[in-house]
């Protein structure tokens, strides 16, 4: 049996799931709404019985009609070390704040929107008698992270085995971002920077990342790979490449190659693509050539000004969260109020100061300019403001004596 | 102060960012973050409200403004007069821009609103700050006009109890009832008038005055008062021609038409003697005119003769009479009423200081009513 833990009935409706489908799928999947359907202990013997899979959405615990003695977290803490000493029994986290897929035996990750869209195929699938958390991960393609990795050992073995290394010219500095991963690209640059070392794709993860290797040396240009982290079929470079725009350091108007050893045709339809489509953002071949080009190649650092222009074109949707408890479109009124009173953001009780380095809360920032301090003569409208306010409230009862006199 | 947010989204920051940047106090403002809370809560007086528009996911999935929990609290919180935050502003604070929506509450008695920027709209740096200013001048706005108002609707709700629970009220006569059902229809059309929004067209161009009209508004009342002091029955006839005589509930008289001689009762002497303006009957002069044949009589001879047909004493008496000579001074030189010679030739219409005065004299002249319902019947 299929348990589906979302607290959100519209969410599932906006992405096509209404009851009348699900209702085709009834005995197969059992839906949970709400905590209280499941109190009881024969609720919960049922649900955690082997063979069962749990679809949870992240959130879940933190709706206030939800709310339970344990702190969401140490929920989906035991949720997983239930699945790890449980085999036969399976969980799928979800949620919108997840922008990349990751599959570890019986327990997999994914975002929100994945898990609707893919969610048919794998029922499908599942009554057909093939119960493969791979279809709820990559759909139609179960086996496209295996294609995509024999691919990329092709794609470096050629590599190797077409040219030699080649040297940088000494005035240039060059950073090429690799992967964690062993089948990373091989060192065919002498004398550019190997680093970052890349495999995290949640967004605070790139973040940190661009904030601890981007901060202290200024490159030239900068090479990132298209495809790292679990799932390759993400095309997390195109993500790491807005971010990086979309990151303050000293390096985030520097050239990006993004170097692919898949075809374009294949990220057309990426929410990231556009990325593609701004000054000073190139994909490049898997080869020794395309590098070579491309370090050689003129190009100079956009301006701030630009910058703001360039990463309009992107145009990123709100991600679809918008529902949740932490949804980005609340949290970015709060920032913004927080912004025009001139308060520190970080000062803000409740504000979930993670948002600030998800990839569309910086875009936004970035494409407004909103990382410029207000006006001057803005931050002394609201130190009026608030000079004036003690004054009115220790009035208290009007004295209507004073207007008499 | 007490202020109270009511809003789901309470806790991930909204609470926190709207006492920084707007009430300017930490820890003042107290959260409901669902309708059932909500409707706990507001059963006890607040200074404001913030009001979020949808409070639950089933609000996203109905279509009508009518069906969400927002626009049901705020039903609730206006319901009625009497209802405890009657008279607290509210601040609809919503992630909506559909005008229509805001059109709705704004319908059905908020103050003020402000939209949550939503990375969906473009808002750009000039109406972001705007959208925050706007919200702290209201919010300023709305402190000040929310202690005069529950002063004042304090007063109006004291009036409206006494009228209720007055005996002379508590009575099946139609006629009764009927002037009872006006007195609490004035209080709460004077109140609409006093706290009516204007906008700047009326207040600068077309010079609105609601301090003014509020207080002939409640001063009317006092029409109503006099009547259901009144014995009816023996001082109108069923084509409500007045009789010679006019007496009061209580058996006393204000016009009493005895041995050829007319009496009027205004208060009694230091030995509890009436003092007593007598006319010879059939006496042409203007005064008898004034009380025998006019069949409209002066408010005011109807006010002084019910307080000295009410009072327990001369002390009382000369107490409320002489509140209640300053105010019909004040509204006898009304501009609206009569106005005087000195405010023709010499002053505007409208000064601030006009307003300020005609809002205390709204005040001084609830408590004056208040105090007539609490007179002696027995």
Request: hydrophobic fraction near 35%.
């Given at each position: ?336 109020m927080a912004r025009n009173a001139n308060i520190d953001i970080s000062e803000v009780t409740g504000f979930d100061k993670d948002k600030l380095t998800s990839i569309y809360f910086k875009w936004l920032i970035t494409k407004n300019r909103l990382d410029l301090p207000i006006s001057s003569d803005q931050k002394k409208a609201q130190k009026s403001y608030a000079e004036l306010l003690p004054g009115i409230k220790v ?11 | ?378």
């Amino acid at each position: 049996m299929i348990y589906l833990f979302d607290d959100k009935k519209n969410r599932q409706v906006s992405y096509g799931w209404t009851a009348e489908k699900f209702g085709t799928y009834n005995n197969y999947v059992t839906i949970i709404y709400k905590y209280d359907e499941i109190r009881d202990d024969v609720s919960r013997k049922k649900i955690f019985s082997p063979e069962n899979l749990i679809l949870f959405h992240e959130s879940f615990f933190d709706a206030d009609f939800n709310r339970h003695f344990k702190e969401t977290i140490d929920i989906r803490r035991e949720l997983y070390e239930f699945a790890q000493d449980n085999p036969t029994f399976s969980i799928v986290f979800f949620s919108g704040s997840k922008s990349s897929r990751m599959l570890k035996k019986n327990i997999a990750y994914l975002p929100v929107s994945i898990l609707y869209q893919n969610l048919e195929i794998f029922l499908d699938n599942s009554i057909n008698g093939v119960f493969d958390l791979k279809y709820l991960l990559y759909g139609n393609s179960p086996n496209i992270e295996k294609n995509l990795v024999e691919k990329l050992l092709h794609s470096n073995s050629s590599l190797l085995n077409s040219h030699s290394p080649f040297s940088l010219n000494d005035n240039l500095k060059v950073l090429i971002a690799t992967t964690a991963s062993s089948d990373r690209l091989p060192r065919i640059v002498i004398g550019a920077d190997y680093k970052m070392s890349l495999s995290g794709e949640r967004d605070l993860d790139i973040h940190n990342l661009i904030m601890s290797n981007l901060n202290d040396q200024e490159y030239d240009k900068i090479f990132i790979p298209l495809c790292f982290g679990y799932s390759l079929s993400d095309f997390n470079g195109l993500r790491l490449a807005a971010h990086i725009r979309c990151t303050s350091s000293i390096n985030q108007c520097k050239p990006i190659f993004i170097y692919s050893f898949i075809e374009l045709e294949e990220i057309i339809n990426h929410d990231y693509f556009n990325v593609l489509k701004t000054e000073n953002v190139k994909l490049i071949n898997y080869s020794i050539e395309a590098f070579n080009e491309a370090i050689i190649s003129k190009s100079t650092s956009l301006t701030f000004n630009q910058l703001s222009f360039e990463m309009s074109k992107l145009d990123l949707q709100v991600p679809k969260d918008y529902e949740d408890n932490h949804s980005v479109a609340n949290e970015w009124g709060v920032y913004q109020m927080a912004r025009n009173a001139n308060i520190d953001i970080s000062e803000v009780t409740g504000f979930d100061k993670d948002k600030l380095t998800s990839i569309y809360f910086k875009w936004l920032i970035t494409k407004n300019r909103l990382d410029l301090p207000i006006s001057s003569d803005q931050k002394k409208a609201q130190k009026s403001y608030a000079e004036l306010l003690p004054g009115i409230k220790v009035l208290g009862k009007i004295d209507l004596s004073k207007f008499t006199k | 102060m007490r202020y109270l947010l009511i809003d789901d989204m309470s806790h991930h920051g909204w609470k926190s960012i709207l006492e920084m940047a707007v009430i300017k106090e930490s820890n003042s403002l107290e959260v409901a973050v669902n309708y059932e809370e909500a409707l706990e809560k507001i059963q006890s007086a607040w200074d404001i409200i913030f009001l979020d528009m949808r409070l639950s996911e089933k609000d996203f999935s109905v279509d009508n403004y009518n069906s969400y929990s927002g626009f049901r609290l705020l039903k609730e919180i206006r319901k009625n007069f009497d209802s405890i935050n009657f008279c607290t502003p509210i601040i609809l604070i919503t992630a909506s821009n559909k005008i229509w929506n805001i059109d709705a509450f704004q319908e059905n008695g908020i103050d003020g609103f402000y939209i949550k920027e939503h990375p969906d709209y473009k808002f750009d740096k000039e109406t972001s700050r705007n959208n925050l200013e706007n919200l702290q001048n209201v919010f300023k706005t709305l402190i000040i006009n929310g202690q005069k108002k529950r002063e004042v609707w304090t007063l109006c709700n004291s009036i409206i109890q006494n009228v209720n629970s007055n005996a002379y009220f508590k009575t099946q006569e139609k006629t009764y009832l009927n002037i009872k059902n006006r007195i609490i229809d004035k209080i709460k059309l004077g109140y609409y008038q006093l706290f009516q929004n204007q906008t700047d067209l009326e207040k600068d161009i077309l010079l609105s005055y609601n301090e003014s009209l509020s207080f002939i508004i409640f001063w009317s009342i006092l029409e109503e008062i006099s009547k259901g002091f009144t014995k009816i029955s023996e001082t109108w006839d069923s084509k409500f021609e007045r009789s010679l005589n006019w007496k009061f509930k209580n058996g006393e008289y204000f016009i009493l038409f005895e041995n050829n001689e007319m009496f009027i009762n205004f208060g009694k002497n230091d030995n509890g003697d009436y003092i007593k303006k007598s006319f010879v009957f059939s006496d042409e002069s203007n005064e008898y005119k004034k009380y025998s044949k006019n069949p409209i009589i002066n408010l005011s001879d109807q006010v002084y003769s019910l307080l000295a047909a009410y009072s327990k004493n001369n002390e009382e008496f000369r107490q409320i009479s002489s509140q209640f000579k300053i105010l019909n001074r004040y509204r006898n030189e009304t501009d609206f009423i009569h106005g005087s010679v000195s405010n023709i030739l010499t002053r505007n219409l409208l000064t601030p200081q006009a307003v300020k005065i005609a809002f205390i004299k709204n005040i001084e002249f609830l408590k004056f009513l208040d105090t007539v319902l609490n007179l002696n019947i027995k």
